[in-house]
């Protein structure tokens, strides 16, 4: 059994990693922290809310983050998953989130299970973990490992030529993060530009005949349109199978500035690294993505 804490912006690939969570018992999700990010935290909180009832788990705690990224005056989304961040699917009654800032909530939970019993998965904007590294420094090192999904290295960006969008949206944290010295596995576009949804993938959750098969139907449809991508699936597939996966280490560092190139990682790879340059992360670079594809369908026919 892994405990884990899944930090988003739901948005719809977000509702998909948080579904896969859900419906595989391997994995105890302790809370769900959510942050400014595809749609401002009002919403990706109440989504996150929502995604977990819909899923049969009330008890999960959903806890709303940070509301702008560092640096910035305004948080930086956008309409790729509708405005309503879900692609407009009907997934339930607006519920109320917890009391407690995720970054505080973050915290407390690091600080009270055991050192290195947490796996840390995050598909958004990285500004709670590292507002959270901010309160309590090396808060993050507690972490097991941190599971980044952000971030592109030999790879065009998406949201600019030199960006990928939760790295773009708040590359000051981005670069907190990577530099905070704890165990990071990177799902950059790299890979989850691989994790490609098909028409026939997508229109099997109908033939579930479940309320969750629906509604992942649904988001799944709206969001194909515009990025057929399984990009946050990924760090949660990769906590039930690292044979998925294929990656190497790297030294990672993310421009903070303002300016054309914010949010770019720059990657050193191989005999790049050295002394001042050292290893602060394993980026995946491969994965086998029918395999995904049967992983995700198949934790989600196991939900109501
Ligand atoms: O670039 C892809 C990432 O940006 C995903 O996490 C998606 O949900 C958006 O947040
Ligand atoms: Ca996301």
Redesign the pocket.
Known sequence: MKQIIID??P?I??ALALLLAAGSPSLRILAVTTVA??RPVATTAVNGRKIMDLAGRREVPVYAGAARPLGYAEARCNLVHGEDGLGGVDVGDAALVQEGHAANRLIELLLSHPPHSIELVA??PLTNLALAESLSPGILRRARRLLV?GGALRFPGNITPAAEF?FYADPVAAEMVLAAGANTVLFPLDVTSSAIMTPAWIESFNQLGSVCGRAAAGMLQAYAELDPLL??ACPVAYLLDETLFTGEPCHLEVDWRPGVTAGHTLAWFGEQIDDAHAANALAMTAVRNDALLELVRSAIGSLP
């Open positions: 988003c912006d948005g690939d977000d990010g595809n598909t958004a999904m939760n990009h946050d």
